[in-house]
RNA sequence: GGCGGAGUAGCUCAGUUGGUUAGAGCAGCGGAAUCAUAAUCCGAAGGUCGGGAGUUCAAAUCUCUCCUCCGCUACCA
């Protein structure tokens, strides 16, 4: 067994839960689960980034503590999670103990390898912001009252790391895809690139991980948030579960967060003496189409508004087929209702239903056998390569090909027509019918890593207790289970 | 300003190393069917592949140039 190491963004908690995350995070499940199904063991670890300033602000702003801030934050991702159907393998959240005490012995590590030195900053601090600003910053007169600060900080050392990050990067032992966020990185580091400010002052920041060997201060939020992909698997505290896990097969990111993926993670890395993760993969966004929207609703809707009226399910389906790879895509309630429609009610739905109904009428609510174990839809189901399609982060592809083959049974029905054949020939309508089931149940079962629910409604209307992924598995003679539209028409 | 990506049918997108009449889904049009959620199936139509120039027997695919959109990055006397 392979295993298979995926990881979400752990999101900051100065902000409620929304689309952007949940659409990471279903992607990252969608993923998960299509790895299970073929047959690897898939470790999918999520969580909450709760450090900074800006979480501290938050606190204040709502006049408690950033503990109790975090702690009311962290149902809200989690109930999400719930809702959404998300099987994640471990939560973790940066103020756990087990996070914050491997922080400090990484911090230590690479202190004791000569990474980390102490040095004094000069620069424009602003005091509304609670932030160093840059000169350009200072001249636009935007942040207030400015004062020039000298500061001393603990750096690491990352500029040492730049020209092997960049062999790495080139020769895809780290490979960032897509390819265009892999050229945005590369020339991001034809630039030299500086050390990292790891430290702040608890003077102006208390709320974060105090640096072990200088009470001082406290980690730099993005230092300490990275982290989470090898505290979450015991690094430096279990070497086998660490060894197990470790390196990840995939981070995946918004495309906001490549720089700190790809370049500050990276080195952090290198310097432990770590593997880098095999791939980071950066998504795009989903963009709301206000025009049309505002015009037919008034407001402004979110795919997880969508929910509560059309099931999870649904929701997963549509924001998986309709990305493609890296690109952003748009959200409109016209697209959704017709990709719901033609894909899931007309194509898929209806095909139930009619194999349903035919078995049901005419073969007395039990599987009718075969005559020929293999058909043009077995031949077509055989050529669906679902790994390579995972290889390359082709979910919407993936999907395409599923649907294209399920409208190859309603090709296979029309050409057959098994509700006249059964008068002449019932052993022949009986094949056809059982051949089209069959064909139903691999697409459940291809479809189970998307619609997990739905996909265990169209399996036990079918009868079909088997969920292996071959062909001929149905048993004649089973009974199906004739249910309502599991995919009802959404009417206009 | 530099680097990178995108511009293909009304819409969303595929088009591998240049090679037969440029593809799919949806929408639209015409027909068939009536087992099924007024679902399905078949057929035709629809594109000077952003504009222009070039290389080649042959270019959506390579080169140059221009236009539009997006991302990253830098910045100015």
Redesign the pocket.
């Given at each position: 067994m392979k295993k298979y190491y995926i990881t979400t963004p752990i999101y900051y908690v100065n902000d409620r839960p929304h689309i952007g995350h949940a659409y990471t995070t279903i992607l990252a499940d969608t993923l998960s689960r299509f790895r299970n199904l073929i047959g690897d063991t898939s470790f999918f670890l999520t969580g909450l980034d709760e450090h900074g300033l800006k979480v501290q602000q938050a606190a204040e702003k709502n006049g408690v503590t950033p503990a109790v801030h975090c702690d009311t934050m962290a149902p809200a991702f989690i109930e999400l999670w719930e809702k959404l159907n998300i099987n994640y393998s471990d939560f973790i959240r940066t103020t756990d103990k087990r996070h914050t005490k491997i922080v400090q012995n990484i911090l230590n590590q690479v202190y004791d390898n000569g990474d980390i030195y102490q040095d004094e900053y000069e620069g424009w601090y602003s005091i509304s912001e609670e932030r160093f600003i840059t000169e350009k910053e200072v001249e636009s007169g935007l942040f207030g009252e400015v004062k020039k600060i000298k500061e001393k900080n603990y750096f690491f050392k990352m500029s040492k790391y730049q020209s092997e990050l960049i062999e790495k990067i080139e020769s895809n032992e780290l490979s960032i895809q897509p390819?265009?966020r892999k050229?945005?990185v590369l020339?991001?580091l034809k630039?030299d690139l500086s050390d990292l400010c790891i430290s702040r002052p608890k003077a102006r920041l208390e709320w974060g991980i105090e640096i072990p060997f200088d009470k001082d201060y406290v980690t730099y939020v993005w230092f300490d948030a990275l982290i989470n992909y090898i505290s979450a698997p015991k690094y430096s505290e279990d070497n086998k579960i660490f060894d197990l896990h470790w390196p990840a097969d995939v981070h995946l990111i918004g495309?906001?967060i490549l720089?700190t993926h790809s370049v500050y993670w990276p080195t952090m890395l290198m310097s432990l003496n770590l593997p880098l993760p095999k791939t980071i993969f950066a998504h795009g966004w989903w963009l709301t189409d206000d025009k049309k929207m505002s015009k037919s609703l008034g407001n402004v809707i979110s795919p997880l508004m969508l929910i509560d009226e059309f099931g999870v399910d649904p929701v997963r389906y549509y924001l998986m087929s309709?990305m493609?790879?890296g690109?952003d895509?748009?959200f409109s309630m016209d697209s959704f209702t017709?990709k719901y429609n033609?894909d899931l009610?007309?194509?898929?739905?209806?095909l139930?239903?009619?194999v349903c109904?035919?078995i049901s009428n005419n073969f007395d609510d039990k599987m009718p056998s075969y005559n020929a174990k293999d058909s043009e839809l077995s031949e077509r189901f055989n050529s669906i390569n679902i790994k390579e399609h995972l290889d390359h982060f082709k979910i919407d592809g993936l999907l395409?090909e599923v649907m294209?083959f399920i409208?190859s049974v309603?090709?296979y029905?029309?050409k057959n027509q098994p509700?006249k054949l059964v008068k002449e020939d019932k052993e022949s309508a009986g094949n056809i019918l059982y051949h089209a089931s069959e064909a139903l149940r691999v697409s459940a079962i291809m479809l189970s890593p998307v619609m997990p629910e739905k996909s265990k409604e169209i399996l036990a209307a079918l009868g079909a207790k088997d969920l292996k992924l071959e062909w001929g598995i149905l048993k004649s003679g089973d009974k199906i289970l004739k249910t309502g539209?599991?995919?009802?028409?959404i009417i206009q």
């Open positions: 390819k265009s050229n945005e020339g991001f630039n495309k906001d720089t309709e493609v790879l690109l895509a748009t017709k033609s009610a007309n194509d898929l739905g209806n139930v239903s009619r109904t035919l395409h294209s409208r309603n090709g029905m029309e509700w539209p599991i995919f009802p028409r």
